[in-house]
């Protein structure tokens, strides 16, 4: 099991008519991501409403706050509980198998238009051996074809100016890697949370975004920009792309300062608590409780427990 100490701290100038705010920097709960303890805190003694999307655990706050400076402050203990598997063994879902749920993530969306990459993906990875590996090789070409840049990108960046720009943070490698696997009816969706393992030359700890890909009946992690390791990502929320699940949507006259974060694992092997690692298979925290009709052989992989 991977224990993070996680440490989050926002600042905000607002203008003199207040504005309103949607947080989405919560731990998200699921079945193998588990929230030991946690703490939120407001500069401003002012109403939060929560709600908890019941199908992915992402947790959202509003708050309206007046003007002046705005501070948040989140802190949480989470614990970390991989599926691990042979990447030989997981297989693509066919579109007649697939969960209802799922299939709204081979669509096109705002930052991820697959309808207009249908025929270079195609072209790359439509011969391909159909699995897990496919999946890998698009990862790995968006990893190769673009190169990680700090704020090179803007709001606006889609998957298409990622590709014609050919460089991006890692908000545009994910929805480049999510657009390339949906124009080939993979499922594909965004993931945010926190980083970890970064190389300090790229920066401060910081948000992160990844993918997940739904194969074998089951939601696995790539991270295309390559700028963490994978056990360590403590997720927020998945959508369609990064509309969904940004962490800060802002209503109003606000100036944003760079967020401080800080992600640290817990050692303690006595207690089974180990650092994130590289590792060659592949890996999820989703609970797989999206299984195969009883018809299909589905996924033959087998749990290992981090």
Same mark, same amino acid.
């Given at each position: 099991?991977?224990?993070?100490?996680?440490?989050?701290?926002?600042?905000?100038?607002?203008?003199?008519? @207040?504005?309103?705010?949607?947080?989405?920097?919560?731990?998200?709960?699921?079945?193998?991501?588990?929230?030991?303890?946690?703490?939120?805190?407001?500069?401003?003694?002012?109403?939060?409403?929560? #709600?908890?999307?019941?199908?992915? @655990?992402?947790?959202?706050? #509003?708050?309206?706050?007046?003007?002046?400076?705005? $501070?948040?402050?989140?802190?949480?203990?989470? %614990?970390?509980?991989?599926?691990?598997?042979?990447?030989?063994?997981?297989? =693509?879902?066919?579109?007649?198998?697939?969960?209802?749920?799922?299939?709204? #993530?081979?669509?096109?969306?705002? #930052?991820?238009?697959?309808?207009?990459?249908?025929?270079?993906?195609?072209?790359?990875?439509?011969?391909?051996?159909?699995?897990?590996?496919?999946?890998?090789?698009?990862?790995?070409?968006?990893?190769?074809?673009? $190169?990680?840049?700090?704020?090179?990108?803007?709001?606006?960046?889609?998957?298409?100016?990622?590709?014609? =720009?050919?460089?991006?943070?890692?908000?545009?490698?994910?929805?480049?890697?999510?657009?390339?696997?949906?124009?080939?009816?993979?499922?594909?969706?965004?993931?945010?949370?926190?980083?970890?393992?970064?190389?300090?030359?790229?920066?401060?700890? %910081?948000?992160?975004?990844?993918?997940?890909?739904?194969?074998?009946?089951?939601?696995?992690?790539?991270?295309?920009?390559?700028?963490?390791? &994978?056990?360590?990502?403590?997720?927020?929320?998945?959508?369609?792309?990064?509309?969904?699940?940004?962490?800060?949507?802002?209503?109003?006259?606000?100036?944003?300062?760079?967020?401080?974060?800080?992600?640290?694992?817990?050692?303690?092997?006595?207690? @089974?608590?180990?650092?994130? &690692?590289?590792?060659? =298979?592949?890996?999820?925290?989703?609970?797989?409780?999206?299984?195969?009709?009883?018809?299909?052989?589905?996924?033959?992989?087998?749990?290992?427990?981090?």
């Amino acid at each position: 099991m991977i224990r993070i100490e996680l440490q989050i701290a926002l600042t905000y100038e607002i203008d003199g008519g @207040g504005a309103d705010f949607v947080f989405n920097v919560h731990a998200a709960h699921t079945a193998s991501q588990t929230i030991t303890g946690e703490n939120l805190y407001l500069s401003q003694s002012v109403p939060q409403r929560m #709600y908890t999307v019941p199908e992915s @655990g992402n947790r959202y706050m #509003y708050v309206h706050a007046g003007p002046g400076d705005l $501070k948040l402050s989140y802190t949480a203990t989470v %614990d970390l509980l991989h599926h691990f598997a042979d990447p030989a063994l997981i297989h =693509e879902v066919p579109i007649k198998d697939m969960p209802p749920e799922v299939m709204g #993530y081979i669509y096109p969306s705002r #930052y991820c238009q697959s309808d207009r990459l249908i025929k270079l993906a195609n072209n790359e990875f439509g011969q391909l051996p159909q699995g897990y590996g496919r999946v890998q090789a698009i990862r790995d070409w968006v990893n190769r074809h673009i $190169k990680f840049t700090m704020n090179s990108s803007n709001s606006n960046t889609s998957a298409v100016d990622t590709i014609i =720009e050919q460089i991006g943070v890692c908000r545009d490698f994910a929805h480049l890697m999510i657009a390339l696997c949906r124009a080939i009816n993979i499922p594909a969706r965004f993931a945010t949370g926190t980083d970890y393992g970064a190389d300090p030359m790229l920066g401060p700890s %910081d948000f992160h975004a990844y993918v997940e890909v739904y194969l074998g009946y089951r939601w696995y992690i790539f991270d295309p920009s390559g700028t963490g390791i &994978r056990q360590g990502f403590v997720r927020f929320g998945t959508g369609r792309d990064a509309a969904d699940v940004a962490f800060a949507t802002v209503f109003g006259g606000v100036r944003t300062h760079a967020a401080v974060i800080r992600a640290v694992a817990i050692e303690d092997l006595a207690n @089974g608590l180990q650092l994130p &690692r590289h590792c060659a =298979e592949a890996i999820s925290t989703d609970s797989g409780k999206t299984l195969a009709p009883a018809s299909m052989e589905g996924d033959t992989s087998q749990p290992l427990l981090s």
